[in-house]
């Protein structure tokens, strides 16, 4: 009977030292695992010592190789500055607006190698941000993402319009039709039943579609609108044609709420010169 008891203890003393080196081994990989996960962009905004940003107060032309927090564009009448994060880990994502004395963060791409710059624009009846950002760039694209953000009590409060959503409003809205006879394409508003326009084509090859908003801008103002250039798109061809021969489009941003959630919409279309 003792040695059994004996053999039990030592069973005991040796599971207890293997938990403990499990939990140790648990620890250390958690330890290791949070030193390894990216810190957020949010996080990094969080611990600038802003009163040197200002002072230092770096644009983009000072900071050529974008690996600083640098001044993305201001509303100097509204004391409203915007902020975009670059460090040696993480570049262009990440943006922080100051509006007075009240700074807010943002986890955004705000810009891709081509560098263009946002817009913004401000609403004062709303008390009203827009933004535009140019993250949608490359060959056959240049399209933005729209955020307005609403001022109230010290509350600053995003509803973003990213491509993807307008694209889909786009494809569902415009309508296309090809007479190959007479090398005419018509574009019709599918909601409204609106003739757009219709262009005479050269006819060379045959039209299988069109393609909308991939060419395509935000134009901001009291009045927000959707500009866009449509392509035609041509059989054994993967890019779409912008040529002069079809307008741009444009229709106003509708915002509005459902069930307290933002809801985009665009209204009716019209034909530019």
Known sequence: MRVKTVWKDK???FCIATAAVVVCIAAAICFLTDQLRPVSVLSRLSRVDWNEIR??????????????????????EKN??????????????????????????????????????PDCYWKENDG???????????????????????YRDGELTDSAFAFQEYS????????????SAACRLTLTDR??????????LGGEKEIVGIETGMISEFILGDTVSLQVKPGCRYENEAA????DDIPLLRAEVILSEDSGEPVFDLGDFSVLP
């Not at 909601?191 to 005479?200: A, D, I, M, R, S």
């Open 128 to 150: 009203q941000l827009q933004i535009s950002l140019n993250v949608y760039t490359g060959t056959g694209v240049s399209a933005q993402e729209l955020h307005v953000l609403r």
């Open 168 to 179: 889909e409003i786009l494809t569902q809205r415009i309508q296309s039709a090809y007479d």
């Open 11 to 13: 069973k005991l003393v």
């Open 191 to 200: 909601k409204t039943g609106k003739e757009l326009c219709t262009v005479k």
């Open 55 to 76: 002072a230092r107060n770096l644009t983009v032309e000072g900071d050529k190789d974008w690996t600083d927090i640098v001044c993305l564009g201001k509303i100097p």
């Open 80 to 117: 409203i500055t915007l902020y975009g994060y670059n460090d040696q880990e993480c570049f262009g994502q990440g943006v922080a607006v100051e509006i007075g004395e009240d700074r807010y963060y943002f986890d955004w791409v705000y810009i891709t190698p081509r560098m263009l710059l």
């Open 240 to 243: 779409a044609d912008y040529g």
